[in-house]
């Protein structure tokens, strides 16, 4: 027999009743811990085994599940494109030339009568891909965002590929949105009259592709009066402002300057919250009333920010308010750091 024992000292070759009589007092003894709780028994191993299991099954159906929920936003996002092409083909409504092909049905013109800033074509292309209503999905749900939850939006005309993506992924999650819209864009973003976001959104509603997440209109741009646009321009802002809301029917917002503007934007969501809490405020583009007049937003990164106050209040737009009160935020403006 081979020695399965070396000793400290010099070399031992057991007795095989030795070694047989100790096995037989250490099973006895492993069996008697097992019955005073010592050590698991049998059933206990098995249990234990089974948790750990179920455990991992858990986790692959939450996986699963999330990873559907991500699908369903994203196959949303696509339907509602493809309706917001077929509905500028029918309607003659084009991006200008050098805009290209756009297979979104998002993209705008260069240059409008209701273009508030100059934007980037590139920025708006890839905020246009329905990828992104997965991606905020799971972003979202990483945050703790879930069924239930209520999220603030501040959505201007500038990237309506990004306000259309989160619509979807808060839809997808079971989460509420409310938003106030603006009519005016950037360069490239939603821009031309019939194609405005909150006209959009209407199309989707009406349409039954999306639920409606606005609760109010403005004209956007500066002080939320489109101040920022020529006189042709904004008057033809207040026109689509107006008519769009009653189409939603919700309330268009008439603010006498910027401070106004802030404040009628913390009214409306006030209201529309109905005293639930706000798990998240989302900015999407460089609204004025939403982003505020301070320099600190531009040390701001886009993404989630901690609820935290910054500017000075006279600047303050709804951003640093609902942060100063403690409402956690997504800045959707960066698009090509985002992406």
């Known amino acids: 027999m081979r020695s399965c024992f070396r000793p400290h000292f010099g070399r031992w070759s057991p007795d095989r009743r030795i070694v047989a009589g100790a096995g037989w007092t250490v099973l006895a003894a492993a069996l008697a ?18 948790a750990r299991k179920g455990a991992r099954h858990l986790s692959a159906i939450a996986g699963s599940r999330m990873a559907s929920r991500a699908e369903a936003a994203e196959q949303t996002m696509r339907a509602a494109e493809r309706f917001l092409r ?20 998002l993209i705008g013109g260069e240059l409008t009568p209701l273009v508030t800033t100059l934007g980037s074509l590139e920025a708006k292309r890839i905020s246009a891909n329905p990828a992104w209503a997965r991606e905020l999905t799971f972003r979202l749900a990483g945050e703790g965002i879930g069924r239930g939850d209520l999220v603030a939006g501040g959505f201007s005309g500038s990237f309506p590929g990004l306000n259309l993506a989160l619509i979807c992924a808060c839809r997808a999650l079971g989460a509420d949105v409310i938003a106030v819209s603006s009519v005016t864009a950037s360069t490239w973003g939603a821009n031309q009259p019939g194609f405005t976001w909150p006209e959009m959104e209407a199309s989707l509603v009406e349409a039954g592709l999306i639920g409606r997440a606005s609760v109010a209109v403005t004209a956007g741009g500066d002080a939320d009066l489109a101040l920022d646009l020529e006189p042709e321009g904004r008057a ?5 402002r107006d008519a769009v809301a ?6 268009a917002l008439h603010p006498r300057d910027f401070h106004d503007a802030v404040r009628q934007r913390m009214a409306v969501y006030s209201r529309a919250a109905r005293g639930r809490p706000l798990a998240l405020y989302v900015n999407v583009g460089g609204a004025d009333a939403s982003l505020g007049r301070s320099s600190a937003v531009l040390r701001l990164r886009s993404g989630f920010v901690p609820a935290a106050a910054f500017g000075k209040p006279d600047d303050q737009g709804v951003a640093a308010r609902l942060a100063g009160q403690g409402v956690r935020l997504l800045l959707l403006l960066n698009v090509r750091d985002l992406a």
Do not use: C, F, N
């Open 246 to 251: 009653r189409r939603l029917g919700v309330p």
């Open 86 to 105: 077929a509905a500028r083909d029918r309607s003659g409504v084009r991006a200008d030339a050098e805009a290209g092909h756009d297979p979104s049905g």
């Open 33 to 50: 811990a097992g019955s005073l709780g010592m050590w698991p028994d049998g059933a206990a191993r098995a249990r234990s085994l089974e």
């Open 236 to 240: 033809a802002a207040y026109v689509i």
